[in-house]
């Protein structure tokens, strides 16, 4: 079980394959990165035109998309 600091109003959740980093789309027009291990936000993006409203890792981790 995580528990994110701040983390409210999400539309989609994804693990990324070795489930390390959990991906959260949403709300409105962020997408967010946690590290699993510490429940630590790592990043957010901004900037996207649209609302976010799902998320996926490409097979080999390195994009959230």
Do not use: N
């Amino acid at each position: 079980l995580l528990k994110l600091t701040g983390a409210f109003g999400f539309q989609r959740l994804s693990f990324s394959p070795d489930s390390a980093v959990l991906a959260c789309a949403g709300p409105g027009q962020t997408l967010r990165l946690w590290d699993v291990a510490s429940q630590r936000e790592v990043t957010r993006l901004h900037g996207h035109v649209e609302q976010v409203t799902d998320v996926a890792f490409s097979p080999d981790g390195i994009l959230a998309i």
